[in-house]
Nanobody, 122 residues
Framework: QVQLLQSGGGLVQTGDSLRLSCAASGRSVPSYAMGWFRQAPGKEREFVAAITWSTGETAYAEALKGRFTTSRDSAKNTVYLHMNSLKEQDTAVYYC???????????????WGQGTQVTVSS
């Protein structure tokens, strides 16, 4: 069992930066990879970024490359999502998740964080 505890998020203005954290704990940590997803009201949950524990290899949604980066601190079993130049359309609930294989799809992930709201206002 893996528990994921998210922190960060909140209300920011257009152009601001924000960092989300996700701390993993439990007997099975670490899993293969950690991912970030987001879900805006009325929309499906979408992939944002992912990082593997072993090599730190990353993957990003094409539209977010260059603005969002993910990193890990293996000693702390924590991953981060760094979001820069935030836009109103980045407003969503952001989730971290743990995968035992695969990174691109919701179904690849076995455990999910509680979600954290990010609101970007103009």
């Amino acid at each position: 069992q893996v528990q994921l505890l998210q922190s960060g998020g909140g209300l920011v203005q257009t152009g601001d930066s924000l960092r989300l954290s996700c701390a993993a704990s439990g007997r099975s940590v670490p899993s293969y990879a950690m991912g970030w997803f987001r879900q805006a009201p009325g929309k499906e949950r979408e992939f944002v970024a992912a990082i593997t524990w072993s090599t730190g290899e990353t993957a990003y949604a094409e539209a977010l490359k260059g603005r969002f980066t993910t990193s890990r601190d293996s000693a702390k079993n924590t991953v981060y999502l760094h979001m820069n130049s935030l836009k109103e359309q980045d407003t969503a609930v952001y989730y971290c998740a743990a995968s035992t294989g695969g990174v691109w799809n919701v179904r690849d992930y076995d455990y999910w964080g509680q979600g954290t709201q990010v609101t970007v206002s103009s």
